[in-house]
Protein backbone atom coordinates (compact mmCIF):
# COMPACT_ATOMS: atom_id res chain seq x y z
CA UNK A 1 0.00 0.00 0.00
CA UNK A 2 0.98 3.40 -0.79
CA UNK A 3 2.07 6.36 2.00
CA UNK A 4 -0.68 8.19 3.76
CA UNK A 5 -2.15 10.95 2.23
CA UNK A 6 -3.61 12.77 4.79
CA UNK A 7 -5.68 15.42 2.93
CA UNK A 8 -6.61 12.49 1.08
CA UNK A 9 -7.72 10.07 4.18
CA UNK A 10 -9.05 12.66 6.21
CA UNK A 11 -12.39 13.14 4.91
CA UNK A 12 -13.06 9.21 5.13
CA UNK A 13 -11.99 9.13 9.20
CA UNK A 14 -11.30 12.21 10.62
CA UNK A 15 -13.87 12.58 13.58
CA UNK A 16 -13.09 17.11 12.73
CA UNK A 17 -10.89 17.53 16.13
CA UNK A 18 -8.10 15.73 17.66
CA UNK A 19 -7.89 15.29 21.56
CA UNK A 20 -4.95 17.74 21.31
CA UNK A 21 -6.72 21.28 20.23
CA UNK A 22 -4.96 23.50 17.92
CA UNK A 23 -6.04 26.64 20.22
CA UNK A 24 -4.22 27.58 23.54
CA UNK A 25 -6.11 28.60 26.23
CA UNK A 26 -5.17 31.74 28.74
CA UNK A 27 -4.35 31.42 32.21
CA UNK A 28 -4.15 34.13 34.25
CA UNK A 29 -2.64 33.64 38.10
CA UNK A 30 -0.34 35.03 40.63
CA UNK A 31 3.66 34.63 40.08
CA UNK A 32 5.61 31.91 42.55
CA UNK A 33 8.69 31.74 43.00
CA UNK A 34 9.86 28.52 43.59
CA UNK A 35 8.25 25.89 43.39
CA UNK A 36 9.73 24.07 46.43
CA UNK A 37 12.30 25.50 49.03
CA UNK A 38 16.15 24.86 48.40
CA UNK A 39 17.42 21.11 50.00
CA UNK A 40 14.03 20.02 50.48
CA UNK A 41 13.15 16.25 49.79
CA UNK A 42 9.97 15.90 47.08
CA UNK A 43 7.15 14.85 49.00
CA UNK A 44 3.12 14.61 48.28
CA UNK A 45 3.38 16.73 51.86
CA UNK A 46 6.29 19.18 51.03
CA UNK A 47 3.89 19.83 47.94
CA UNK A 48 0.49 19.76 49.14
CA UNK A 49 1.70 22.49 51.40
CA UNK A 50 2.88 24.39 49.06
CA UNK A 51 0.65 24.32 46.39
CA UNK A 52 -2.41 23.97 48.13
CA UNK A 53 -3.95 26.57 45.39
CA UNK A 54 -1.53 28.08 43.41
CA UNK A 55 -2.95 28.52 39.73
CA UNK A 56 0.38 29.15 37.08
CA UNK A 57 1.06 30.41 33.56
CA UNK A 58 2.06 27.38 31.27
CA UNK A 59 5.14 29.16 31.08
CA UNK A 60 5.75 29.59 34.71
CA UNK A 61 5.31 26.35 35.19
CA UNK A 62 7.72 25.48 33.37
CA UNK A 63 10.27 27.95 34.79
CA UNK A 64 9.43 26.67 38.12
CA UNK A 65 9.52 23.12 36.76
CA UNK A 66 12.99 23.64 35.63
CA UNK A 67 14.18 25.45 38.42
CA UNK A 68 14.09 22.10 40.35
CA UNK A 69 15.85 20.45 37.66
CA UNK A 70 18.55 23.40 37.41
CA UNK A 71 19.05 23.52 40.97
CA UNK A 72 21.91 21.35 42.64
CA UNK A 73 20.49 21.77 45.85
CA UNK A 74 17.21 20.11 44.73
CA UNK A 75 18.28 18.52 42.03
CA UNK A 76 21.08 16.30 44.07
CA UNK A 77 18.18 14.97 46.36
CA UNK A 78 16.48 13.48 43.79
CA UNK A 79 16.18 9.50 42.76
CA UNK A 80 16.32 8.83 39.21
CA UNK A 81 12.32 8.07 38.82
CA UNK A 82 11.61 11.56 41.07
CA UNK A 83 13.50 12.93 38.48
CA UNK A 84 11.53 11.42 35.42
CA UNK A 85 8.98 12.21 37.07
CA UNK A 86 9.13 15.94 37.06
CA UNK A 87 10.72 15.98 33.48
CA UNK A 88 7.52 14.24 32.81
CA UNK A 89 5.69 16.93 33.97
CA UNK A 90 7.59 19.84 32.60
CA UNK A 91 6.63 17.86 29.18
CA UNK A 92 3.41 17.66 30.66
CA UNK A 93 2.66 20.77 30.90
CA UNK A 94 4.67 21.79 27.90
CA UNK A 95 1.92 19.63 25.77
CA UNK A 96 -1.08 21.20 28.19
CA UNK A 97 -4.17 22.06 26.15
CA UNK A 98 -8.39 21.84 27.02
CA UNK A 99 -9.29 18.16 26.42
CA UNK A 100 -11.77 17.38 24.11
CA UNK A 101 -13.35 13.60 24.92
CA UNK A 102 -16.64 11.96 24.14
CA UNK A 103 -18.80 11.67 27.00
CA UNK A 104 -19.00 8.36 28.52
CA UNK A 105 -21.89 7.02 27.47
CA UNK A 106 -20.46 3.94 25.53
CA UNK A 107 -21.58 5.43 22.34
CA UNK A 108 -19.66 6.21 19.52
CA UNK A 109 -19.40 9.65 19.57
CA UNK A 110 -17.86 11.80 16.67
CA UNK A 111 -17.54 15.58 16.33
CA UNK A 112 -18.08 14.99 12.27
CA UNK A 113 -21.42 16.15 12.23
CA UNK A 114 -20.59 19.42 14.30
CA UNK A 115 -20.60 22.59 12.59
CA UNK A 116 -17.09 23.49 11.71
CA UNK A 117 -17.32 27.33 12.72
CA UNK A 118 -18.25 25.76 16.56
CA UNK A 119 -15.27 23.65 16.68
CA UNK A 120 -12.76 25.98 15.26
CA UNK A 121 -13.86 28.54 17.92
CA UNK A 122 -13.38 26.93 21.03
CA UNK A 123 -12.17 29.57 22.90
CA UNK A 124 -15.68 30.86 23.00
CA UNK A 125 -18.09 29.76 25.66
CA UNK A 126 -21.44 29.15 23.77
CA UNK A 127 -19.33 27.59 21.15
CA UNK A 128 -18.22 24.81 24.20
CA UNK A 129 -22.05 24.90 25.23
CA UNK A 130 -23.26 23.82 21.85
CA UNK A 131 -20.21 21.48 21.22
CA UNK A 132 -20.87 19.48 24.67
CA UNK A 133 -24.69 19.69 24.76
CA UNK A 134 -25.54 19.20 21.54
CA UNK A 135 -22.45 17.47 19.91
CA UNK A 136 -21.61 15.00 22.87
CA UNK A 137 -18.10 15.94 23.47
CA UNK A 138 -16.42 17.21 26.90
CA UNK A 139 -14.32 20.45 27.02
CA UNK A 140 -12.33 20.61 29.60
CA UNK A 141 -11.67 23.79 31.52
CA UNK A 142 -9.19 26.47 29.68
CA UNK A 143 -6.77 26.29 33.05
CA UNK A 144 -4.17 24.67 34.35
CA UNK A 145 -3.95 23.95 38.11
CA UNK A 146 -0.45 22.53 38.90
CA UNK A 147 -1.35 21.16 42.13
CA UNK A 148 -3.80 18.61 40.02
CA UNK A 149 -0.72 17.89 37.70
CA UNK A 150 1.52 17.47 40.80
CA UNK A 151 -0.48 15.04 42.18
CA UNK A 152 -0.19 13.14 39.11
CA UNK A 153 2.90 12.55 39.72
CA UNK A 154 3.33 12.21 43.67
CA UNK A 155 3.11 8.19 43.90
CA UNK A 156 6.55 8.57 41.70
CA UNK A 157 7.94 11.40 44.42
CA UNK A 158 7.00 9.77 46.97
CA UNK A 159 9.91 6.93 48.05
CA UNK A 160 7.17 4.11 48.41
CA UNK A 161 4.96 4.96 45.62
CA UNK A 162 5.88 1.80 43.17
CA UNK A 163 7.80 -0.18 45.90
CA UNK A 164 4.67 -1.43 47.67
CA UNK A 165 4.28 -4.99 48.87
CA UNK A 166 1.02 -6.73 48.28
CA UNK A 167 0.31 -9.05 51.87
CA UNK A 168 -0.78 -11.51 48.91
CA UNK A 169 3.03 -11.68 47.89
CA UNK A 170 4.20 -11.45 51.44
CA UNK A 171 2.14 -14.45 52.51
CA UNK A 172 3.72 -16.95 49.94
CA UNK A 173 6.19 -19.49 50.95
CA UNK A 174 9.83 -18.55 49.61
CA UNK A 175 9.79 -21.37 47.17
CA UNK A 176 6.27 -20.17 45.96
CA UNK A 177 7.43 -16.36 45.65
CA UNK A 178 10.29 -17.84 43.46
CA UNK A 179 7.74 -19.89 41.02
CA UNK A 180 6.14 -16.93 40.71
CA UNK A 181 8.18 -14.79 40.29
CA UNK A 182 9.54 -16.74 37.36
CA UNK A 183 5.48 -17.47 36.18
CA UNK A 184 4.94 -13.36 36.50
CA UNK A 185 8.07 -12.81 34.58
CA UNK A 186 7.55 -9.93 31.75
CA UNK A 187 9.40 -12.10 29.33
CA UNK A 188 6.38 -15.21 30.18
CA UNK A 189 3.53 -12.96 31.14
CA UNK A 190 3.94 -11.57 27.27
CA UNK A 191 3.41 -15.10 26.01
CA UNK A 192 0.36 -15.98 24.08
CA UNK A 193 0.73 -19.65 25.40
CA UNK A 194 0.81 -18.41 29.15
CA UNK A 195 -0.95 -20.51 31.50
CA UNK A 196 -3.03 -18.93 33.85
CA UNK A 197 -3.79 -21.88 35.61
CA UNK A 198 -0.05 -21.92 36.95
CA UNK A 199 -0.73 -19.40 38.74
CA UNK A 200 -2.78 -21.34 40.96
CA UNK A 201 -0.57 -23.96 41.96
CA UNK A 202 1.48 -21.07 43.59
CA UNK A 203 -1.02 -18.68 45.34
CA UNK A 204 -4.81 -18.86 46.71
CA UNK A 205 -7.82 -18.59 44.08
CA UNK A 206 -8.95 -15.47 45.43
CA UNK A 207 -5.59 -13.79 45.14
CA UNK A 208 -5.41 -14.72 41.34
CA UNK A 209 -6.21 -11.66 39.85
CA UNK A 210 -4.68 -9.10 42.64
CA UNK A 211 -1.27 -10.68 41.96
CA UNK A 212 -1.40 -10.92 37.95
CA UNK A 213 -3.07 -7.40 37.85
CA UNK A 214 -0.03 -6.17 40.02
CA UNK A 215 2.39 -7.62 37.83
CA UNK A 216 1.25 -6.76 34.46
CA UNK A 217 -0.27 -3.18 35.14
CA UNK A 218 2.31 -2.31 38.06
CA UNK A 219 5.07 -3.49 35.90
CA UNK A 220 8.14 -3.37 35.56
CA UNK A 221 8.29 -2.30 39.62
CA UNK A 222 6.34 -4.98 40.08
CA UNK A 223 8.86 -7.06 38.87
CA UNK A 224 11.53 -5.91 40.67
CA UNK A 225 9.45 -6.38 44.17
CA UNK A 226 9.21 -9.92 43.76
CA UNK A 227 12.89 -10.20 42.73
CA UNK A 228 13.94 -8.17 45.67
CA UNK A 229 12.19 -9.90 47.76
CA UNK A 230 14.05 -12.94 46.89
CA UNK A 231 17.68 -11.05 46.99
CA UNK A 232 17.69 -11.16 43.28
CA UNK A 233 17.54 -8.05 40.69
CA UNK A 234 15.56 -8.21 37.15
CA UNK A 235 17.35 -8.15 33.93
CA UNK A 236 17.95 -4.78 32.33
CA UNK A 237 15.73 -5.59 29.10
CA UNK A 238 12.88 -6.49 31.16
CA UNK A 239 13.15 -3.05 32.80
CA UNK A 240 12.46 -1.21 29.37
CA UNK A 241 9.71 -3.61 28.62
CA UNK A 242 7.19 -2.70 31.33
CA UNK A 243 4.42 -0.23 31.63
CA UNK A 244 6.01 2.10 33.93
CA UNK A 245 2.60 3.69 34.66
CA UNK A 246 3.75 5.05 38.30
CA UNK A 247 6.60 7.16 36.86
CA UNK A 248 4.50 8.01 33.99
CA UNK A 249 1.20 8.65 35.50
CA UNK A 250 1.47 8.72 39.10
CA UNK A 251 -0.04 5.59 39.54
CA UNK A 252 -0.07 4.54 43.30
CA UNK A 253 0.38 0.67 43.92
CA UNK A 254 -0.76 0.35 47.17
CA UNK A 255 -3.89 1.89 45.57
CA UNK A 256 -3.55 0.01 42.71
CA UNK A 257 -3.64 -3.45 44.65
CA UNK A 258 -6.26 -2.04 46.70
CA UNK A 259 -8.61 -2.01 43.59
CA UNK A 260 -7.65 -5.68 42.18
CA UNK A 261 -8.26 -6.72 45.77
CA UNK A 262 -11.87 -5.25 45.45
CA UNK A 263 -12.66 -5.94 42.17
CA UNK A 264 -11.15 -9.70 42.69
CA UNK A 265 -13.56 -10.14 45.57
CA UNK A 266 -16.34 -9.06 43.60
CA UNK A 267 -16.05 -11.70 41.62
CA UNK A 268 -17.39 -15.06 42.42
CA UNK A 269 -15.50 -18.18 42.95
CA UNK A 270 -19.50 -20.06 42.39
CA UNK A 271 -19.38 -19.25 38.85
CA UNK A 272 -17.71 -22.26 36.74
CA UNK A 273 -16.41 -19.59 33.80
CA UNK A 274 -17.15 -16.18 34.68
CA UNK A 275 -14.77 -16.00 37.66
CA UNK A 276 -11.64 -13.98 38.66
CA UNK A 277 -9.63 -16.77 37.38
CA UNK A 278 -11.00 -15.68 33.29
CA UNK A 279 -10.53 -12.07 34.34
CA UNK A 280 -7.17 -12.78 34.92
CA UNK A 281 -6.73 -14.73 31.96
CA UNK A 282 -8.29 -11.96 29.89
CA UNK A 283 -6.30 -9.55 31.31
CA UNK A 284 -2.65 -11.35 30.65
CA UNK A 285 -4.28 -11.94 26.90
CA UNK A 286 -4.73 -8.55 26.36
CA UNK A 287 -1.00 -7.71 27.62
CA UNK A 288 -0.17 -10.48 24.78
CA UNK A 289 -1.91 -9.03 22.51
CA UNK A 290 -0.49 -5.18 22.80
CA UNK A 291 3.12 -6.96 23.24
CA UNK A 292 2.52 -7.98 19.97
CA UNK A 293 1.63 -4.60 18.49
CA UNK A 294 5.06 -2.86 19.93
CA UNK A 295 6.23 -0.89 16.90
CA UNK A 296 2.89 -0.70 15.09
CA UNK A 297 -0.34 -0.44 16.66
CA UNK A 298 0.30 -0.19 20.46
CA UNK A 299 2.22 2.81 20.25
CA UNK A 300 -0.28 4.96 18.74
CA UNK A 301 -2.55 4.83 21.86
CA UNK A 302 -1.54 6.81 24.29
CA UNK A 303 -0.60 5.65 27.82
CA UNK A 304 -3.80 6.96 29.87
CA UNK A 305 -5.48 4.93 26.85
CA UNK A 306 -3.57 2.22 27.44
CA UNK A 307 -3.85 2.23 31.10
CA UNK A 308 -7.82 2.18 30.83
CA UNK A 309 -7.83 -0.56 28.14
CA UNK A 310 -5.75 -3.03 30.60
CA UNK A 311 -8.55 -1.86 33.70
CA UNK A 312 -11.12 -2.88 31.47
CA UNK A 313 -9.85 -6.27 30.98
CA UNK A 314 -9.67 -7.05 34.33
CA UNK A 315 -12.74 -5.56 35.35
CA UNK A 316 -14.85 -6.61 32.38
CA UNK A 317 -17.38 -9.30 34.31
CA UNK A 318 -16.91 -8.14 37.57
CA UNK A 319 -20.01 -9.12 39.36
CA UNK A 320 -20.87 -11.91 36.45
CA UNK A 321 -24.37 -13.80 38.12
CA UNK A 322 -23.26 -16.66 35.59
CA UNK A 323 -26.17 -16.29 33.86
CA UNK A 324 -26.30 -14.29 30.64
CA UNK A 325 -28.55 -11.18 28.80
CA UNK A 326 -30.57 -14.00 27.52
CA UNK A 327 -31.39 -15.04 30.84
CA UNK A 328 -31.85 -11.40 32.33
CA UNK A 329 -34.06 -10.38 29.70
CA UNK A 330 -36.11 -13.58 29.91
CA UNK A 331 -36.38 -13.26 33.82
CA UNK A 332 -36.86 -9.54 33.85
CA UNK A 333 -34.26 -9.34 36.45
CA UNK A 334 -33.07 -6.40 38.48
CA UNK A 335 -30.20 -5.90 36.02
CA UNK A 336 -32.51 -6.14 32.98
CA UNK A 337 -35.01 -3.38 34.60
CA UNK A 338 -32.73 -0.90 35.21
CA UNK A 339 -30.94 -1.38 31.80
CA UNK A 340 -33.93 -1.05 29.70
CA UNK A 341 -32.95 -4.85 28.28
CA UNK A 342 -29.68 -3.06 26.89
CA UNK A 343 -26.78 -4.96 27.87
CA UNK A 344 -27.52 -5.13 31.00
CA UNK A 345 -24.44 -7.19 32.14
CA UNK A 346 -21.85 -5.74 30.88
CA UNK A 347 -23.51 -2.12 31.86
CA UNK A 348 -23.78 -3.17 35.45
CA UNK A 349 -19.70 -4.40 34.96
CA UNK A 350 -18.94 -1.05 33.97
CA UNK A 351 -20.86 0.43 36.77
CA UNK A 352 -19.23 -1.53 39.43
CA UNK A 353 -15.90 -0.59 37.58
CA UNK A 354 -15.78 2.52 38.52
CA UNK A 355 -17.24 2.41 41.64
CA UNK A 356 -14.56 0.45 42.69
CA UNK A 357 -12.23 2.83 40.61
CA UNK A 358 -13.55 5.50 42.79
CA UNK A 359 -13.46 3.45 46.48
CA UNK A 360 -9.50 2.37 45.89
CA UNK A 361 -8.60 6.21 45.44
CA UNK A 362 -7.13 4.66 42.13
CA UNK A 363 -7.02 7.80 40.09
CA UNK A 364 -7.15 10.32 43.07
CA UNK A 365 -3.33 11.59 41.66
CA UNK A 366 -5.35 12.52 38.07
CA UNK A 367 -6.65 15.50 37.11
CA UNK A 368 -10.03 15.43 36.41
CA UNK A 369 -9.94 15.30 33.04
CA UNK A 370 -7.31 12.66 32.52
CA UNK A 371 -9.89 10.65 35.68
CA UNK A 372 -12.47 11.24 33.44
CA UNK A 373 -10.75 10.06 30.54
CA UNK A 374 -10.17 6.53 31.95
CA UNK A 375 -13.29 5.80 32.84
CA UNK A 376 -14.85 6.78 29.87
CA UNK A 377 -12.46 4.77 27.86
CA UNK A 378 -12.99 1.60 30.25
CA UNK A 379 -16.42 1.91 30.21
CA UNK A 380 -16.39 1.85 26.64
CA UNK A 381 -14.01 -1.24 26.32
CA UNK A 382 -16.21 -3.17 28.70
CA UNK A 383 -19.79 -2.14 26.99
CA UNK A 384 -18.20 -3.56 23.68
CA UNK A 385 -17.87 -7.13 25.20
CA UNK A 386 -21.06 -7.83 24.57
CA UNK A 387 -21.22 -10.90 22.54
CA UNK A 388 -24.32 -9.78 20.75
CA UNK A 389 -22.12 -6.88 18.91
CA UNK A 390 -19.93 -9.85 17.55
CA UNK A 391 -20.66 -9.65 14.12
CA UNK A 392 -20.90 -5.85 13.67
CA UNK A 393 -17.59 -5.06 15.17
CA UNK A 394 -15.91 -7.63 12.81
CA UNK A 395 -17.83 -6.28 9.89
CA UNK A 396 -16.62 -3.14 10.76
CA UNK A 397 -12.95 -3.91 11.29
CA UNK A 398 -12.94 -5.43 8.06
CA UNK A 399 -14.34 -2.51 6.59
CA UNK A 400 -12.12 -0.26 7.91
CA UNK A 401 -9.00 -2.28 6.64
CA UNK A 402 -10.56 -2.46 2.95
CA UNK A 403 -10.61 0.88 3.39
CA UNK A 404 -7.16 1.38 3.34
CA UNK A 405 -6.40 -1.23 0.29
CA UNK A 406 -9.07 0.72 -1.36
CA UNK A 407 -7.93 4.06 -1.00
CA UNK A 408 -3.93 2.84 -0.84
CA UNK A 409 -3.14 4.10 2.50
CA UNK A 410 -0.22 2.29 4.45
CA UNK A 411 -2.15 0.85 7.87
CA UNK A 412 1.32 1.48 9.92
CA UNK A 413 1.47 5.01 8.42
CA UNK A 414 -1.70 5.76 9.64
CA UNK A 415 -1.78 4.78 13.24
CA UNK A 416 1.01 7.76 13.93
CA UNK A 417 -1.28 10.30 12.63
CA UNK A 418 -3.66 12.10 14.44
CA UNK A 419 -6.77 11.09 12.61
CA UNK A 420 -5.96 7.69 13.58
CA UNK A 421 -7.33 8.20 17.31
CA UNK A 422 -10.78 6.94 16.54
CA UNK A 423 -10.21 4.30 14.58
CA UNK A 424 -7.33 2.80 16.79
CA UNK A 425 -9.91 3.21 20.00
CA UNK A 426 -12.01 0.63 18.20
CA UNK A 427 -9.21 -1.65 17.47
CA UNK A 428 -8.26 -1.62 20.96
CA UNK A 429 -12.03 -2.09 22.29
CA UNK A 430 -12.43 -5.29 19.34
CA UNK A 431 -9.07 -6.85 21.12
CA UNK A 432 -10.70 -6.93 23.95
CA UNK A 433 -13.46 -8.46 23.19
CA UNK A 434 -11.26 -10.69 21.37
CA UNK A 435 -9.45 -11.46 24.25
CA UNK A 436 -12.54 -12.17 26.03
CA UNK A 437 -13.05 -15.11 23.00
CA UNK A 438 -10.10 -16.47 23.38
CA UNK A 439 -9.95 -19.78 24.67
CA UNK A 440 -10.03 -21.50 21.62
CA UNK A 441 -6.97 -20.21 20.68
CA UNK A 442 -5.25 -21.57 23.67
CA UNK A 443 -2.73 -24.41 23.62
CA UNK A 444 -5.25 -27.56 23.73
CA UNK A 445 -5.34 -28.27 26.97
CA UNK A 446 -5.97 -24.41 27.89
CA UNK A 447 -8.62 -24.35 25.08
CA UNK A 448 -10.40 -27.55 26.03
CA UNK A 449 -10.58 -26.36 29.98
CA UNK A 450 -11.96 -23.64 29.01
CA UNK A 451 -14.83 -24.67 26.99
CA UNK A 452 -15.22 -27.43 29.84
CA UNK A 453 -16.11 -24.68 32.44
CA UNK A 454 -18.11 -22.18 30.06
CA UNK A 455 -20.60 -25.01 29.14
CA UNK A 456 -20.84 -25.86 32.53
CA UNK A 457 -21.60 -22.71 33.50
CA UNK A 458 -24.06 -22.39 30.64
CA UNK A 459 -26.14 -26.05 32.00
CA UNK A 460 -26.83 -24.40 35.16
CA UNK A 461 -27.98 -21.88 33.89
CA UNK A 462 -30.48 -23.72 31.63
CA UNK A 463 -31.00 -25.83 34.45
CA UNK A 464 -32.73 -22.67 36.14
CA UNK A 465 -33.70 -21.64 33.39
CA UNK A 466 -36.27 -24.72 32.98
CA UNK A 467 -36.79 -24.67 36.74
CA UNK A 468 -38.77 -21.43 36.16
CA UNK A 469 -40.10 -22.38 33.07
CA UNK A 470 -39.02 -19.86 30.63
CA UNK A 471 -36.80 -20.20 27.28
CA UNK A 472 -33.98 -22.10 27.08
CA UNK A 473 -31.00 -20.31 26.39
CA UNK A 474 -28.08 -21.06 23.17
CA UNK A 475 -26.29 -23.81 24.55
CA UNK A 476 -28.03 -23.91 27.77
CA UNK A 477 -29.86 -27.48 27.52
CA UNK A 478 -27.45 -29.94 28.67
CA UNK A 479 -29.85 -32.75 27.06
CA UNK A 480 -29.40 -31.20 23.74
CA UNK A 481 -26.25 -29.05 23.40
CA UNK A 482 -22.71 -30.93 22.21
CA UNK A 483 -19.49 -29.83 23.80
CA UNK A 484 -17.70 -31.00 20.12
CA UNK A 485 -20.27 -29.32 17.88
CA UNK A 486 -20.56 -26.13 19.65
CA UNK A 487 -17.25 -25.83 19.81
CA UNK A 488 -16.08 -26.36 16.42
CA UNK A 489 -19.05 -23.74 15.42
CA UNK A 490 -17.97 -21.17 17.35
CA UNK A 491 -14.53 -21.02 16.62
CA UNK A 492 -15.56 -21.60 12.65
CA UNK A 493 -17.80 -18.43 12.66
CA UNK A 494 -17.19 -16.71 15.35
CA UNK A 495 -13.29 -17.23 16.82
CA UNK A 496 -11.44 -17.86 13.41
CA UNK A 497 -13.27 -14.93 11.04
CA UNK A 498 -12.36 -12.41 14.23
CA UNK A 499 -8.35 -13.05 14.50
CA UNK A 500 -8.11 -13.80 11.16
CA UNK A 501 -9.09 -9.56 10.79
CA UNK A 502 -6.94 -8.72 13.70
CA UNK A 503 -4.19 -10.50 12.15
CA UNK A 504 -4.25 -8.09 9.54
CA UNK A 505 -3.50 -5.42 12.51
CA UNK A 506 -1.42 -7.29 14.34
CA UNK A 507 1.08 -9.42 12.01
CA UNK A 508 2.49 -11.20 15.04
CA UNK A 509 -1.57 -12.85 15.55
CA UNK A 510 -1.59 -14.12 12.17
CA UNK A 511 1.83 -16.22 12.52
CA UNK A 512 1.15 -17.06 16.34
CA UNK A 513 -2.03 -17.53 16.98
CA UNK A 514 -4.39 -18.23 14.03
CA UNK A 515 -2.19 -21.43 13.51
CA UNK A 516 -3.44 -22.25 17.12
CA UNK A 517 -6.92 -21.32 16.17
CA UNK A 518 -6.62 -23.75 13.33
CA UNK A 519 -5.18 -26.80 15.57
CA UNK A 520 -8.11 -26.29 17.77
CA UNK A 521 -10.94 -26.74 15.00
CA UNK A 522 -9.34 -29.53 13.73
CA UNK A 523 -9.09 -31.36 16.72
CA UNK A 524 -12.87 -30.64 17.62
CA UNK A 525 -14.30 -31.65 13.90
CA UNK A 526 -12.77 -35.51 14.87
CA UNK A 527 -14.46 -35.48 17.86
CA UNK A 528 -17.84 -34.75 16.30
Known amino acids: MSRLNSSRFGSIYSSGVSTTSSFRPTFISPRRTHLLPRGSTCTKSAISNIYQTSRLSLEECVLEIESILDDPGISTLLSPSQAAAIDSLRDKVNQCQPLINPVGNGDNVSSSMIPAPVLENLEDPNNIFLASTYGGLRVSNSTVDLTSLWSEHS ?28 ILSLKNLERWDFNILDVLDCVDACSVLVLVGWAIIGSPASQEVMMASLGKSIEKDEESSGYNFSSTLGV ?234 SQRDFIRYVVLPAYEVLGKIIPAVGSEVLPRIKDNLQYWESQC
Open 155 to 182: ACLSADGASYVPPEWKSLSESNKTKLSE
Open 252 to 485: DHKSLVSFFRSLEAQYSTMQKYHNNIHAADVLQTLHSMIRMGVGDLSDSLSTIHLFAMLLAAAAHDVGHPGTNNFYQINAQTNLAIVYNDKSPLENMHASKASQLLKSAHLLEHFSHEQATLVRTKMIQAILTTDMSHHFNSVSYIEDVISRFDNDGVDWYDFVHTDQSTDVVNDIFNFMIHLADISNPAKPRSLAKYWAECALAEFFAQGDLEKELNLPISPLCDRDKTNLAT
